[in-house]
């Protein structure tokens, strides 16, 4: 089973932007489509963004569509969440995990990596 790290996280006002980064340990993201999930202070976790390997075709949530732009870089085994126009309510534990074929808002992954926190001021 690959092992993910998150990192790219922090404090930033509202408008502000942040790039967070998803990085495979153990073996290679291979073909999988990967996907950002990101948990609020006293919610439940939530699916934000997927990619898949082949064509890059992306998936948004409708909270993030326009906003948010998740990308791929095959050669490092790499996926990013570029993250603009940032509203307090983006505030959360960001997590990056490899998801079904069948449904990319499901994780096939038993264990979550730490995440990132991310933090929004008004």
């Known amino acids: 089973q690959v092992d993910v790290v998150e990192s790219g996280g922090g404090l930033v006002q509202a408008g502000g932007s942040l790039r967070l980064s998803c990085a495979a340990s153990?073996?290679?993201?291979?073909?999988?489509?990967v996907a950002w999930f990101r948990r609020p202070p006293g919610k439940e976790r939530e699916f934000v963004a997927a990619i898949t390997h082949y064509t890059s075709t992306t998936y948004y949530s409708d909270s993030v569509k326009g906003r948010f732009t998740i990308s791929r870089d095959k050669n490092t085994d790499t996926v990013y969440l570029q993250m603009n126009s940032l509203k307090p309510e983006d505030t959360a534990v960001y997590y990056c995990?490899?998801?079904?074929?069948?449904?990319?808002?499901?994780?096939?992954?038993?264990?979550w990596g730490q995440g990132t926190q991310v933090a929004v001021s008004s």
């Open positions: 995990t490899e998801v079904t074929y069948s449904d990319y808002r499901v994780s096939r992954l038993d264990n």
């Open positions: 153990g073996r290679s993201f291979d073909t999988y489509t």
